[in-house]
């Protein structure tokens, strides 16, 4: 495990299961770069940021299902659609999604860029014209597709719904009335499923690299984020 444990602190850091148990722990050089190299599964294209347990517990594909999620402070259960695209598709369904949260909106940008020493951070700013976030977003997109280790969430506190894009490129909206986003995932070529499983669900690896945690810097500053935890 030597060459593993350096490579993931160099690159990748590991979800969910430990090393003692890790589909990776056994894998030589030559079998973990070309499990690393693998991009598409079946029609499904991945981005760089994330990749699948070696024993693909979840074998990553498009679709859409309902959840929800338990509000602790208000002891509410607040409707969730999850969804999964493929790569070509995924930028432009994340921008479209963004669409009926109106035209001002709070952002909370998210990274675990030092994940092994301080977990992840979330990154606050509020009130942006929603032209200017997505202009600005646009002009980052390759950072936010790629990079395992920034997630990104728009939210309007007054309606209130939140559309995240998190570190695992998964798209997810909260908040009631969601029919209008699920509109938005079917046009978009995605099927409920509400029997699917996303690559959050089992063991995986998140990538980013040097590059990456500069271009990160340049987005802070240009959503006029100071760095203050939110």
Known sequence: MGFLKKFFRNVFHEDVLSESTSSFEKLSEDELEAHLGVSRYGSFQMTDAVRPSYDLDVVPSAGFRHDVYRDESSRQDVPVVMAAASRERLFDTFM???????????????????????????????????????????????????????????????????????????????????????????????????????????????STNDEFIERFEELKMRLGIDGNPY
């Open 96 to 206: 479209h999604l963004l669409d009926p949260l109106g035209p001002v909106v709070d952002v909370v940008v998210e990274t675990s860029h030092d994940y092994g020493a301080t977990g992840h951070q979330d990154l606050y700013r509020e009130h942006i014209d929603m032209p200017i976030l997505q202009s600005i977003l646009w002009d980052f997109e390759d950072l936010l597709v790629n990079d395992g280790c920034v997630g990104i969430a728009v939210l309007n506190p007054s309606i209130p719904q939140e559309v995240q894009f998190d570190e695992h490129k998964l798209l997810i909206v909260y908040g009631k009335q969601l029919t209008e986003y699920e509109g938005i995932l079917i046009d978009s070529g995605l099927n409920c499923r509400e029997d699917m499983r996303f690559v959050t669900e089992a063991e995986h690896v998140h």
